[in-house]
C-alpha cells in the first residue's frame, strides 16, 4: 500500500498536498482499494467556501456510493474535469492523476490538523 511520507491525511482517507495556501485534495490508496473500480465521481462545490469536515462531493464505485469531506476549511477553486470521463484514475493513480480538487485555504494554521503519513498509517493498520 502506497501512503506517501510527503503527504498530509485525515481520518476520512483523504490526503492533502499543501502548497502555499493552495491544496490539492484526493482519495488515499487505501481508500481506493476498499472502494474497489470507481465508476464516477461527483463534486457539485466548485467555487464554494466549505467548513473543514463539510461533504464536497460523492464517489461512486460499483458497490457503493462514498462521501468525500473537506480536510479543511476553505474555497474549492478547482476540480479535476478528467475524472468525468476517467473516474478510473482515482484507482490507477490516486496520488497523480487521480486528485479530485484544489482548495484555497482560508486558515493555514488548520493544516497542523492534518494527520502525518506515520498517523494514518496507524489508523489504517499498515
Known sequence: MNIPE?????????????????????????????????????????????????????VEAVKTVSDLFLPVEGEIIEFNESLEEEPEKVNEDPYGAGWMIKI????????????????YKAIIGA
Open 6 to 58: 510527503d503527504l498530509k491525511y485525515t481520518k476520512d482517507h483523504e490526503w492533502v498536498k499543501i502548497d502555499g495556501e493552495i491544496v490539492t485534495v484526493g482519495i488515499t490508496d487505501f481508500a481506493q482499494g476498499e472502494l474497489g473500480d470507481i465508476v464516477y465521481v461527483e463534486v457539485e462545490t466548485l467555487d464554494e467556501t466549505l467548513e473543514a469536515d463539510a461533504v464536497f462531493g460523492t
Open 104 to 119: 484555497k485555504v482560508a486558515d493555514t494554521a488548520d493544516l497542523e490538523t492534518l494527520l502525518s503519513a506515520n498517523d
